[in-house]
């Protein structure tokens, strides 16, 4: 805890895009009242101090090479407070597209090139296969309002819940029709609420990014999947984009 009472806050980044940053930047820019109850001594992306002594830390982006893990395990053991930030952090997100490739050697070389070897990778990981996580904010990239709801809960020291019913829900509060029936695709029924069904809303079909729900049925988002109209290949392209990660690749 700061001299001045407010908590200490630090912000920290893996294998990512830091999308779900910017959006913390975004949100703090308009939500002044957060920045004044905390201290933020670390956030790389908004400034260079470096502070490590942290109660609550952020972290965007996979596990996704060796030296990660102590990373992580450092965090840990300095933060009362561990939240994983948007899909990369949460479910492993695209990052762990790389897992179902035919080969990590394959990708490694890919993206690198004649380089490959200059870069370590494993299998990616959201950080709760490393550490104990406290709270999640889902998404990619995250949701601003959610952000800011869950950090306020955080700092009244209650533990925020997520949504655990499909985004179907939010789309037909809203009163879209659904774009099956437009002759669309869409995630929807097997995918953690909480986004107000903002893609459906503008017409475009969920890809899940907020990870699944509890109990998905996921035999059954295939079938209509395919009886919409994709191909077998399509369909797993669209349950993997997000949702790839399985726990027991390691
Ligand atoms: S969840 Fe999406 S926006 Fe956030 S860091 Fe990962 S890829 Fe970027
Ligand atoms: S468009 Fe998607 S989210 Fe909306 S009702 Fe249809 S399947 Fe559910
Ligand atoms: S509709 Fe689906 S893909 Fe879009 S933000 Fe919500 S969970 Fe993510």
């Given at each position: 805890?700061?001299?001045?009472?407010?908590?200490?806050?630090?912000?920290?980044?893996?294998?990512?895009?830091?999308?779900?940053?910017?959006?913390?930047?975004?949100?703090?820019?308009?939500?002044?009242?957060?920045?004044?109850?905390?201290?933020?001594?670390?956030?790389?992306?908004?400034?260079t101090?470096?502070?490590?002594?942290y109660?609550?830390?952020?972290?965007?982006?996979?596990?996704?090479?060796?030296?990660?893990?102590?990373?992580?395990?450092?965090?840990?053991?300095?933060?009362?407070?561990?939240?994983?930030l948007?899909?990369?952090?949460?479910?492993?997100?695209?990052?762990?597209?790389?897992?179902?490739?035919?080969?990590?050697?394959?990708?490694?070389?890919?993206?690198?090139?004649?380089?490959?070897?200059?870069?370590d990778?494993?299998?990616?990981?959201?950080?709760?296969?490393?550490?104990?996580?406290?709270a999640?904010?889902?998404?990619?990239?995250?949701?601003r309002f959610?952000?800011?709801?869950?950090?306020?809960l955080?700092?009244?020291?209650?533990?925020?819940?997520?949504?655990?019913?499909?985004?179907?829900?939010?789309?037909?509060?809203?009163?879209?029709?659904?774009?099956?029936?437009?002759?669309?695709?869409?995630?929807?029924?097997?995918?953690?609420?909480?986004?107000?069904?903002?893609?459906?809303?503008?017409?475009?079909?969920?890809?899940?990014?907020?990870?699944l729900?509890?109990?998905?049925?996921?035999?059954?988002?295939?079938?209509?999947?395919?009886?919409?109209?994709?191909?077998?290949?399509?369909?797993?392209?669209?349950?993997?984009?997000?949702?790839?990660?399985?726990?027991?690749?390691?």
């Amino acid at each position: 805890m700061a001299k001045n009472g407010r908590p200490k806050v630090a912000f920290f980044d893996f294998a990512c895009c830091e999308g779900c940053q910017l959006t913390v930047i975004d949100a703090l820019q308009t939500h002044l009242e957060l920045v004044e109850v905390v201290e933020i001594v670390q956030f790389r992306e908004a400034m260079t101090e470096k502070g490590e002594d942290y109660q609550i830390a952020f972290i965007e982006g996979s596990c996704t090479r060796p030296q990660d893990e102590e990373r992580l395990n450092n965090i840990r053991e300095q933060a009362a407070i561990v939240v994983a930030l948007g899909a990369c952090a949460h479910i492993g997100g695209v990052n762990a597209l790389k897992n179902i490739q035919p080969s990590l050697q394959g990708v490694r070389e890919y993206v690198y090139g004649e380089q490959w070897a200059w870069y370590d990778t494993y299998p990616a990981r959201p950080i709760s296969a490393v550490i104990q996580v406290d709270a999640v904010i889902p998404g990619c990239p995250i949701d601003r309002f959610e952000f800011l709801s869950i950090v306020k809960l955080l700092l009244l020291g209650k533990k925020p819940t997520l949504p655990d019913y499909p985004v179907c829900v939010e789309c037909k509060l809203k009163e879209n029709v659904c774009l099956f029936d437009k002759g669309g695709f869409c995630m929807g029924p097997v995918t953690r609420a909480g986004c107000d069904a903002i893609c459906t809303s503008y017409g475009l079909g969920c890809l899940g990014c907020r990870g699944l729900i509890s109990n998905p049925n996921q035999n059954a988002m295939k079938d209509v999947l395919l009886a919409a109209g994709l191909t077998a290949e399509e369909m797993m392209a669209r349950m993997n984009l997000f949702n790839a990660y399985a726990p027991d690749e390691l």
